[in-house]
């Protein structure tokens, strides 16, 4: 199965803490994905990776901004599968509220379960 997912995944991340880091890892050994990070952590080690763009998206942003922002790369992932992976909590209160919205454009997960690592962010 995983070989039909190599190259059209489009993951988002909200965070940018260590199970982040190993998400994008993950993503990028297996499935061949560039992965985009919404965060509003410095993420400087991510900012090196030639295969991740940062967007600077704070958690405290209101709902309609994240949403908006969210949307923007939805509609720029064309013919990919959208995956938004939940890494940091800071961002979990936004998308329980949101959880429909997001439903129906991307492909929910959590980076703890994705990464099958034990992580002690939630």
């Known amino acids: 199965m995983d070989g039909y997912l190599k190259n059209c995944l489009f993951p988002v991340m ?3 803490n260590a199970l982040c880091h190993a998400c994008v890892r993950k993503m990028q050994r297996f ?3 560039k992965s985009t990070v919404l965060t509003g952590g410095r993420a400087l080690t ?3 990776l030639p295969f991740v ?3 600077d ?3 405290d942003l209101p709902d309609d901004i994240l949403l908006e922002i969210l949307s923007e790369l939805g509609d720029a992932s064309a013919v990919y599968l959208p995956v938004l992976i939940l890494c940091d909590p800071a961002y979990g209160d936004f998308v329980f509220r949101n959880r ?3 439903q129906a454009r991307f492909i929910l997960r959590n980076g703890a379960e994705l990464t099958g690592e034990n992580y002690a962010v939630f």
Request: a positive charge; aromatic letters at 12%.
């Open 53 to 55: 763009r940062v967007v």
């Open 100 to 102: 429909d919205t997001l």
């Open 57 to 59: 998206a704070p958690p």
């Open 46 to 48: 991510l900012r090196f």
């Open 14 to 16: 909200l965070g940018s």
């Open 31 to 33: 499935y061949g994905s």
